[in-house]
């Protein structure tokens, strides 16, 4: 929402004032925010955990699937990339590729590009043949005795080139993994809230069909300042809390964050900043594919 807007600086400046504390001491700020980003998202999405970064909620979305599926296997896009801890390296084609290399517990799908990728915008059927190549791994995994925890993805893969996903795509793969007894992570951390202008979280484009098992949030959610979430479903979060190993996060959701976090929401309606995020992506849309139409060098623009 811009650097150093002020009402997020007043909303961070007077809860500082008042208190900020770890999240073992309850605060109207938690639940406020909570509900507050649940009235964004489908309702099925009704769980959510805070933490401090877009690292520590991917980090945490893995565990919520491998103990809710009880498998292992990760399946994520070529060229990925999904955080710095060590768990998600492993999930980060970008980066693994020039470290250690990949895990047996990981799989690496195409790119669903219809511009440079595997089917093209010619082709009878893109979306079924990219969703075909998720299922083909989702056998090969099987063959070799390995269960799929989840399918982790950006939607829209940002490192991997900005690419949109057509349309049904999500849906097709969805299908696939749940049948395997997987679930299906979207990860928002760079493109949600309002980013794309025509819905809150980019999943959305996808159509109202679809829904996430599980969404992460970083970057935007506290406009610099430290934030971030994971929303879940009723039956993954009771799963992981089955355990008896409670989740902590020491500042994770404490009282300055929330009211950071409530405060970006706010700027975002107050100002229409979704609504304007459609109409100058449109007009930039507009000249660029202008530009397109000039010179044969330029072969997308997206």
């Known amino acids: 929402v811009g650097h150093c807007h002020p009402e997020i600086v007043r909303a961070a400046h007077e809860q500082s004032q008042l208190l900020n504390t770890n999240s073992r001491y ?141 349309a049904g795509y999500f849906q097709k793969v969805a299908e696939h993994v749940h049948n395997a007894g997987g679930v299906f992570i979207a990860d928002e951390i760079q493109v949600g809230f309002g980013r794309v202008g025509k819905h809150f979280w980019a999943f959305q484009l996808q159509g109202e069909d679809f829904i996430p098992d599980i969404v992460t949030m970083g970057k935007p959610i506290g406009n610099g300042h430290p934030i971030a979430c994971v929303a879940a479903t009723k039956e993954i979060a009771e799963a992981f809390a089955a355990t008896g190993v409670e989740y902590f996060n020491t500042f994770g959701g404490n009282p300055v964050s929330c009211a950071v976090g409530l405060a970006v ?28 139409n000039k010179h044969p060098i330029i072969g997308d623009v997206r």
Not at 267 to 291: C, D, P
């Open 26 to 166: 309850l605060h109207d700020n938690l639940v406020d925010y909570a509900e507050r980003l649940s009235r964004t998202l489908p309702p099925k999405l009704a769980r959510f955990y805070f933490l401090n970064s877009g690292s520590e909620a991917n980090d945490l979305a893995l565990r919520l699937a491998r103990q809710y599926t009880k498998h292992e296997d990760v399946i994520v896009l070529d060229h990925a990339y999904h955080g710095h801890l060590t768990s998600l390296i492993d999930i980060s084609p970008y980066k693994f590729r020039n470290l250690d290399g990949q895990k047996e517990w990981v799989h690496v799908a195409p790119v669903p590009d219809t511009y440079r990728g595997l089917y093209r915008e010619d082709h009878e059927d893109s979306v079924t043949s990219y969703a075909n190549e998720v299922k083909n791994i989702i056998e090969q995994a099987h063959k070799q005795g390995r269960k799929i925890a989840a399918f982790f993805v950006e939607s829209l893969p940002s490192v991997g080139g900005q690419i949109i996903p057509p």
């Open 265 to 292: 929401l706010d700027v975002i309606e107050k100002e229409q900043l979704q609504t304007h995020a459609t109409e100058v992506g449109n007009f930039l849309m507009k000249l660029l594919k202008e530009q397109k």
